[in-house]
Every structure is written in structure tokens, then in C-alpha cells.
């Protein structure tokens, strides 16, 4: 009775340890794997590029040197995105004073504020509120950089949705909401008729080797409701097409990322280059 009780205390005592033994190791990995996640999981990020100009849709936002910078939140799954984007530039363009009729030099200054869900590695939804106050105090209006009065021409809100047909195709759709920044039409009696202007764009991929790529894009605006769009001056029309060239150009070991557009305007007839420099 005695050796039976002392083997089932040593039979105890061992399973004690083996599991204490267990218990540490599977801790000790646990922690691990939560550390390394907590690593590797990076909620923000900002970046910085330096660019010749800097276009939009069709547009030539800004004929002269920018600096163009982020900062951004993203979930730990990566489906949810929320950010700022802004821009400065080096040189002045020149706008009309209302109240003298002179024109006065005015640097580019943009704040904008987007966020993301992606459904998929396929779709996506976007929203963006663009605000673009170049030049509003210079031209002798007040800021007011929460209005989105529609008849001020610097804040306007486009929804946006994305398509991946192919890993290399990237179909997107963007939406102007309720008329912002002079989307609208003037009608007869003097009211303003929103327009509601669609943007649609096609980006593929066509050609990539181990530190370079080639894209080409097509873009056009329209409107269901009025004639004139944000984009155009009449109706609906091709406004943007061209292709991209990304190369990561190695500097002493380090990979400094460098895309040259190509982009021609048909329905503005106007055609620029822009070159942009990803500095982080």
C-alpha cells in the first residue's frame, strides 16, 4: 500500500512538472507570436514625395515643384483605411485679385482627407474630401476650410469604388457629391442644377521586370444630369489617358522608388510629364 501511494506521488509529481514544463513552453511561444505580431502590425505610416508637378484626373493641379506628404491609419486586417494627404509647392502660380482686378502670386496648398474599406483583394469603396484652398485668400476671399459651399471652388467630397478584374487591372469609379466645387450647372433662372459628374478609369499593368514597370491608363467624365462636368467644359469627353513607368532606382543599396507620367488630356489638348519621387 505504501509503494503503491509513493509511485502514485512520484507519478504526480512528474505529471506535475510535465505539465508545468508544457504550460512555459506553449507561454513562452504565445508571447513570442504576440510580439512578433505586435512587430510586424504597424497602425501608421506617413510618406514624403518630391514631384516637377502635380496632375489629377486629366488636371494640371499645379504647373511648378510640389512636396507631397501622408499620413495614414490602417487596420490590423488592412481593410480599413484613414488618412491625410497634403501638398506644398516650391513656386507660385498666379490668380485675380476680385477686388482689384491684379493678379497676385499664390502658393499650391491642398489638404485632403480619404478613407478606404476593402471588401476584397477585388473591391473597394472611397470617399475623399478634397480641399484645395490655392490661392483663396489671395484672390480676397475668406477661408473657410470646413465649408463645402458649393459655389466656393475648393472643397468638394468624391465617393469613389475600385475594381480588380485581373491583379494587373484596375477598374475605377469615382462620384462628385452634390455639385461641390463648381459641379453644377446655371440654369436660365439663375439656379444652380448639380451635376453629379462621373469619372471612370482603366489602369493595367502591362509590362513589369524585378525593378520596373510599365502601366497604362484611360480615363473619361460624364454626367447623367447636365450637360457641363466638373472635367469639361461641355459635355462628357476622354480626359485622361497615358501610361506610367516606375523604376526603383538603387542608390549605394538603397531602392528609391521614381514614376514618370505620361499624360495627355484630348479634350484640353494638353499633354505633361511628371515626375515623381517617392522619398519615404
Keep these: 500500500m505504501l509503494l503503491v501511494m509513493k509511485n ?14 508544457l504550460s512555459i513552453l506553449f507561454g513562452v511561444n504565445l508571447s513570442q507570436a504576440q510580439n512578433d505580431s505586435l512587430v510586424s502590425y504597424k497602425p501608421f505610416s506617413v510618406s514624403a514625395h518630391v514631384k516637377n508637378m502635380h496632375i489629377w484626373h486629366g488636371f494640371v493641379v499645379h504647373s511648378g515643384a510640389v512636396l507631397a506628404t501622408s499620413l495614414e491609419f490602417n487596420s490590423k486586417n488592412e481593410k480599413f483605411t484613414f488618412g491625410f494627404w497634403g ?9 485675380t485679385n476680385k ?46 476650410y470646413w465649408s463645402y459651399d458649393k459655389t466656393q471652388g ?14 494587373n487591372t484596375l477598374l475605377y469609379l469615382a462620384t462628385i457629391i452634390n455639385g461641390g466645387a ?10 444652380l442644377k448639380n451635376s453629379w459628374t462621373h469619372y471612370f478609369e482603366i489602369n493595367s499593368k502591362v509590362w513589369q521586370d524585378k525593378n520596373s514597370s510599365l502601366s497604362v491608363f484611360a480615363g473619361g467624365a460624364w454626367s447623367f444630369i447636365t450637360d457641363k462636368t466638373f472635367y469639361t467644359e461641355s459635355s462628357g469627353n476622354i480626359i485622361n489617358v497615358g501610361t506610367t513607368y516606375n523604376k526603383n532606382v538603387d542608390i549605394k543599396g538603397y531602392k528609391l522608388p521614381v514614376d514618370v507620367t505620361l499624360m495627355w488630356n484630348p479634350e484640353a489638348e494638353k499633354a505633361v510629364l511628371q515626375l515623381d519621387i517617392t522619398l519615404f
Design 8 to 21: 502514485c506521488k512520484l507519478f504526480s509529481f512528474k505529471n506535475i512538472g510535465i505539465y508545468m514544463g
Design 87 to 95: 501638398g506644398g509647392s516650391f513656386a507660385t502660380t498666379d490668380v
Design 99 to 144: 477686388n482689384t482686378g491684379e493678379n497676385v502670386s499664390a502658393y499650391y496648398k491642398e489638404l485632403s482627407i480619404y478613407t478606404k474599406y476593402r471588401f476584397s483583394d477585388k473591391f473597394f469603396i472611397e470617399a475623399v474630401t478634397h480641399n484645395n484652398y490655392t490661392g483663396v485668400e489671395e484672390r480676397g476671399d475668406k477661408l473657410s
Design 154 to 167: 475648393y472643397n468638394f467630397v468624391d465617393l469613389n469604388f475600385g475594381y480588380n478584374v485581373t491583379p
Design 182 to 191: 463648381g459641379d453644377y450647372e446655371i440654369l436660365n433662372d439663375g439656379s
